[in-house]
């Protein structure tokens, strides 16, 4: 345990001078001792290079370290077939990963750790009225009048995602809107219906699709839609998994060119126009100044479980804006093999969550998963 300490000491100091306290929405962090990405490739003691990042098993919304490349195709998909899923473990260094593709700029993020103030100070403090805050979530009531919206600096009605975490309450009416765009024209729409499907409705309901996808009470989900009209496509992502996409046909928001254009780039969790309402709890709304693609909504929008090796010890660490997750882990993905909950707590270094793993613990594989 002392020398479990002094290790906790030693190697939380580097992390906290390693990473910065706030990453870039890719969640890269530049640093002296090389490019330490929360996408890097990973070298393994078998020197295999491995590019991981963590992807959604649907509704359940399980978090786990996927590989990439460094294995025969052939030997990769009959893993993948054996376990469902293909994980990372030990590491024992790492390499520096090249990238040279333009990030795209968020433009908003409201983390509601307590209050609704934009993270980026682009965006003034959302317009909260009637409603509370819960374990750093925003709390939205069932009955009487609320307001919860976000006005977006440098929005553009061609080309933008918004992404947020949610956790409803119920799907019953008036209980079935998620979020929405303008309070005048109400030029997006992410609603529910009573079985729980997601749907999107563009320009004050003229146009809507239903996916097929059904949504879960009191259980979190994450949803991003990104929007671009020069290409008159939207792609959708609910949990880590890509919905089928949506394509428009000579397709504008009728809101652009009118009076309502500027004081219309609101996103709000209660409908202005039918008085529906989202009841539960939400979580990181954030908007970007373009449309992202399917690859960069999983490496921006995910959560992400990385791992950082120094010398013989390995340090497990997310950040602290994912919330209600928890860390799992299992010594062997030889089947039949459990994942078991991570009974230590973490610590919080800056804006990240960190678990030391020394070489005491013996090889381990972690994820996380959401409750």
């Known amino acids: 345990m002392v020398e479990e300490h002094q290790w906790w000491q ?39 290079k491995l590019n991981w990042n963590l992807k959604g098993t649907g509704p359940a919304a399980l978090q786990h370290c996927a590989m990439e490349t460094g294995i025969r195709r052939k030997r990769k998909a009959r893993l993948s077939r054996l376990l469902g899923f293909v994980a990372v473990g030990f590491v024992a260094g790492f390499s520096q990963a090249l990238s040279h593709a333009a990030e795209p700029q968020l433009l908003a993020h409201f983390k509601l750790n307590g209050d609704g103030l934009d993270a980026l100070g682009n965006s003034p403090p959302m317009d909260l009225v009637g409603v509370t805050f819960t374990n750093d979530t925003l709390a939205l009531p069932a009955t009487g009048n609320y307001s919860a919206a976000a006005r977006i600096s440098g929005f553009s009605y061609s080309s933008f995602t918004v992404a947020f975490d949610f956790r409803p309450g119920s799907f019953d009416d008036p209980h ?69 996409d949506v394509v428009l046909q000579n397709f504008q928001f009728q809101v652009v060119g009118t009076a309502a254009e500027e004081s219309d780039k609101i996103f709000s969790f209660w ?86 793993d020394a070489p005491a613990i013996g090889t381990r594989v972690y994820r996380l998963r959401r409750f």
Request: proline share 6%.
């Open 10 to 48: 030693r190697w939380l100091g580097v992390l906290s001078r390693t990473l910065p306290a706030r990453p870039g929405p890719g969640g890269r962090r530049d640093s002296k001792r090389g490019n330490l990405k929360t996408n890097s490739f990973l070298t393994t003691s078998r020197d295999r």
């Open 176 to 244: 079935w809107n998620l979020l929405s765009g303008g309070p005048s024209y109400r030029w997006i729409g992410f609603e529910n219906d009573a079985a729980g499907h997601l749907i999107l409705r563009l320009n004050n309901s003229n146009f809507m699709y239903a996916f097929t996808n059904v949504l879960a009470l009191d259980q979190w989900h994450t949803l991003a839609c990104a929007v671009d009209l020069p290409s008159q496509s939207i792609l959708t992502v609910l949990d880590g998994e890509r919905l089928t």
């Open 271 to 356: 409908n202005n126009g039918n008085a529906a309402r989202f009841y539960g709890q939400a979580d990181n709304l954030r908007v970007f100044n373009r449309a992202l693609t399917g690859p960069e909504l999983q490496t921006f929008l995910t959560p992400r479980l990385s791992m950082l090796s120094i010398g013989q010890n390995v340090l497990i660490y997310w950040s602290s804006d994912v919330t209600n997750v928890v860390p799992e882990w299992t010594d062997s993905l030889m089947p039949p093999f459990r994942w078991r909950t991570e009974e230590r707590s973490p610590s919080l270094v800056g804006e990240q969550r960190v678990l030391l």
